[in-house]
């Protein structure tokens, strides 16, 4: 257990729909990533948020957003929902005081668009 | 885009050979980490290599950080059936944002 809660475990939705995925870090953690796991895309990092601010965009598209709220959680909002768009997400958590800091990857969210 | 190629994208060996596994890349990182991620898990870090011509050993693994820091290896001695996994090499940025390879998916045959 790496401490990083992501909820649901799996989601299925259709295409054209908006879903939220939630996060919520290791205590003491500040910083959170997104990332996407597809089979023919392999893990991609989406976008980082540093103590409620946005730190780094990877490859995020449009339709997709995310947040970090003061209690450190943080949400990722994906809409326009696409068949392509069914993936792993995982969310990983770091204290990131210094560049080399380990990311904690929690168990990820299954979204399946049909 | 930072690209990192690993190969074999498949291994399937009996418990109790050796293998090796490599990450190529183009590009330059300040550090290079290995993680092996289980079906349903997130990955999980097994090394961190910071220099250049680093060998890092982990029980029977051992990690080796290429001397222009753009390659990594990873080699397993006498494999078991726990050693089954997914494992990913991933490049790390300045911004510790992580760029992940293509992954080597490792079975090991009892």
């Known amino acids: 257990d790496s401490g990083v809660t992501q909820t649901p475990k799996h989601l299925i939705t259709a295409t054209g729909q908006r879903v939220t995925l939630r996060c919520s870090p290791r205590?003491?953690?500040?910083?959170v990533y997104w990332y996407q796991q597809s089979l023919d895309q392999g893990l991609q990092f989406l976008i980082q948020y540093y103590n409620g601010e946005e730190r780094a965009k990877g490859n995020i598209l449009e339709r997709f957003s995310a947040q970090q709220f003061p209690d450190l959680h943080s949400e990722l909002n994906l809409s326009s929902l696409e068949l392509g768009d069914s993936a792993l997400y995982f969310c990983?958590?770091?204290?990131?005081?210094?560049?080399?800091?380990?990311?904690?990857f929690g168990p990820g969210t299954r979204l399946t668009v049909l | 885009t930072q690209l990192l190629e690993q190969s074999p994208q498949f291994l399937s060996i009996q418990e109790g050979e050796n293998l090796t596994v490599y990450c190529n890349s183009s590009s330059v990182f300040s550090s290079l980490q290995w993680y092996r991620q289980e079906p349903g898990e997130g990955p999980v870090l097994l090394v961190t290599?910071?220099?250049?011509?680093e060998v890092k050993k982990l029980k029977r693994l051992t990690f080796q950080f290429g001397d222009a820091r753009k390659d990594s290896s990873l080699h397993i001695t006498a494999a078991q059936p726990g050693d089954t996994g997914l494992y990913l090499c991933?490049?790390?940025?300045?911004?510790?944002?992580?760029?992940f390879g293509t992954g080597t998916r490792l079975t090991v045959i009892p």
């Open positions: 990983a958590s770091s204290a990131y005081r210094t560049y080399t800091d380990t990311q904690y």
């Open positions: 205590s003491g953690d500040l910083s």
């Open positions: 991933a490049g790390l940025t300045g911004a510790n944002n992580l760029f």
């Open positions: 290599v910071v220099t250049g011509g």
